[in-house]
């Protein structure tokens, strides 16, 4: 059962704001809570993400109570002291549900009951609980002034990926978003013309970021219309292929990089809005 302060005020303060928690937020959560649900901790950490397995203990006035990772303390600890977010993900019923939410404190000696004692984590409370994607992948918006840019070339299916086609066949896009699984961009036709691409098209896409340059397969996977504007298409791209061999490793490797430094940003910008 939820704590009062959400049943009565439903009001709480995140990240020094003091927010508004609609009523399907505490059901779920105080469901999840009140059963001691399994959940997922996911973690920042060195432009990465780390999962681990956790469970809720408890929830209080000053926020959730989550069993903690001992084989991460000084990460967490880090986490803490910079007030980055979490993600703490769980299931109510057949629906898989997330928070994102700080971290706010952690205990060596949280009391269980009167003969257990576990490590655990202090979670602030959340604004929202979402449903998760089926996506596998978080994927981060991208700002105009990000330095990230992309060029995008439709290609044959036997084609090379290397072999630099056409300049007729290339398409005028930009970033709107980007995961470690592919990217949302916004097709622009010459001329007031619809842009030449199609849903299952294979594309040649090179990402530039400052002076490096990724070079990543894309399969076109939807497209959706710009209201009142035929020449503008927003698309989900796929990329394929990306951890085959050496070379696809490193090319992920260099992705994860560039998406961990955006969800960092994305995290401060966050923080700045709460305060």
């Known amino acids: ?18 927010v508004q928690l609609p009523d399907d937020t505490k ?7 009140a059963r001691n649900s399994a959940a997922v901790l996911t973690l920042p950490s060195a432009g990465m993400v780390r999962h681990y397995r956790t469970r809720f203990l408890a929830e209080t006035p000053e926020g959730i109570w989550v069993e903690g990772v001992p084989t991460e303390r000084p990460l967490i600890d880090s986490l803490v002291i910079t007030g980055q977010v979490c993600g703490v993900a769980f299931k109510v019923g057949a629906s898989k549900l997330a928070i994102t939410v700080p971290l706010l404190q952690r205990r060596m000696d949280y009391q269980v009951n009167a003969e257990l004692t576990v490590e655990a984590v202090l979670l602030g409370l959340p604004q929202q609980v979402k449903s998760v994607q089926r996506r596998s992948n978080y994927r981060v918006g991208v ?14 299916e036997h084609a090379v990926l290397r072999d630099r086609p056409s300049a007729s066949a290339e398409v005028s896009a930009s970033i709107r978003d980007i995961s470690l699984g592919g990217t949302g961009l916004r097709f622009e036709g010459a001329d007031n013309q619809r842009p030449k691409v199609s849903v299952g098209e294979r594309l040649r896409v090179v990402i530039q970021n400052n002076d490096q340059e990724l070079l990543l397969e894309g399969v076109v996977v939807n497209l959706r219309e710009m209201m009142n504007q035929r020449n503008l298409l927003l698309g989900g791209v796929k990329f394929a292929n990306i951890e085959k061999g050496m070379e696809g490793r490193q090319m992920l490797a260099a992705l994860s990089k560039i998406v961990g430094q955006l969800q960092r940003e994305e995290a401060r910008r966050n923080r700045l809005r709460a305060c």
């Open 27 to 33: 059901k779920v959560l105080g469901e999840a809570i």
């Open 1 to 18: 059962m939820l704590h009062a302060s959400w049943v009565d005020d439903s009001s709480e303060v995140l990240a020094g704001k003091r």
């Open 143 to 156: 700002q105009s002034d990000a330095g990230l840019a992309v060029r995008v070339w439709r290609i044959a």
